[in-house]
């Protein structure tokens, strides 16, 4: 599997409130980072190459 030894986080943005309503991303593995549902852990991922998450967070951050 390409996300073994993915060390996810949730995001600064999370509301801290325990209900895990967010997505967490992994960006310790080399060319890839990962994205899930946190109250999903063992559920499906996604992944994208960093140049087409950096793309992703810039547009979010833009539209924000």
Known sequence: MILN????RK???SN???NG???E?????????G????KDPEGPALTFNPQ???TF????????
């Open 5 to 8: 030894g993915a060390r996810w």
């Open 11 to 13: 995001s600064t943005k």
């Open 16 to 18: 801290g409130s325990g």
């Open 21 to 23: 309503d967010c997505v």
């Open 25 to 33: 991303v992994a960006d310790n593995i080399p060319g890839v980072v």
């Open 35 to 38: 994205v899930r549902d946190s």
């Open 52 to 54: 087409g998450w950096a």
């Open 57 to 64: 967070v810039a547009g979010l951050k833009r539209h924000n």
